[in-house]
T-cell receptor, first 111, second 115 residues
């Protein structure tokens, strides 16, 4: 049973527009959520995180929104840049244990 | 933060052989995690490596196939034993760092191809 789901395997966006990546989870005990970006042949790179006590966290062009009642979070990238093209993973953790990852969404930003 | 050095970065191995992957962290951490990413798939947790005790394996992964060592708080190894082509994957080690936020850091990954 997949506890963290990214239902869109890919997303294409034009440069300058907003990219919205979505993630759903099933385990209500998750208390920390993270987004990672991954380029081929590299390990995942941390982007932004949010605690379950918050509903929004912003860092530059990246904003993560958390809707606990819907067990849904999203990553907004504004404005999108070609260098943002990568695979984005949503991950969740419960009480500081290992991260559980979604399958990832491949973002392509065209110029 | 934490910097993790993982090696080898890639290898091509014959079926039936074993490969040991090493991860060195630049700071002491309690738990290290080993993940596998099969082509087109998510990162799947293999096991949690604890210093001074046996690793804790996730469902579908067993110690005989993926023995793990954790001799100290900065180092761990994962061995992929008796390899088959189905073991071809990217293997990653990771640590959690607890500060103002909780963040996981990853090694660069080991791309394993079994022929």
């Amino acid at each position: 049973d997949q506890q963290v789901k990214q239902n869109s395997p890919s997303l294409s966006v034009q440069e300058g527009r907003i990219s919205i990546l979505n993630c759903d989870y099933t385990n209500s005990m998750f208390d920390y959520f993270l987004w990672y970006k991954k380029y081929p042949a590299e390990g995942p790179t941390f982007l932004i995180s949010i605690s379950s006590i918050k509903d929004k966290n912003e860092d530059g062009r990246f904003t993560v929104f958390l809707n606990k009642s819907a067990k849904h979070l999203s990553l907004h990238i504004v404005p999108s840049q070609p260098g943002d093209s990568a695979v984005y993973f949503c991950a969740a953790s419960q009480a500081g244990t290992a991260l559980i990852f979604g399958k990832g969404t491949t973002l392509s930003v065209s110029s | 933060s934490a910097v993790i050095s993982q090696k080898p970065s890639r290898d091509i191995c014959q079926r039936g052989t074993s490969l040991t992957i090493q991860c060195q962290v630049d700071s002491q951490v309690t738990m290290m995690f080993w993940y596998r990413q099969q082509p087109g798939q998510s990162l799947t947790l293999i096991a949690t490596a604890n210093q001074g005790s046996e690793a804790t394996y996730e469902s579908g992964f067993v110690i005989d196939k993926f023995p793990i060592s954790r001799p100290n708080l900065t180092f761990s190894t994962l061995t992929v034993s008796n390899m088959s082509p189905e073991d071809s994957s990217i293997y990653l080690c990771s640590v959690l760092v607890f500060s103002q936020n909780t963040e996981a850091f990853f090694g660069q990954g080991t791309r394993l191809t079994v022929v």
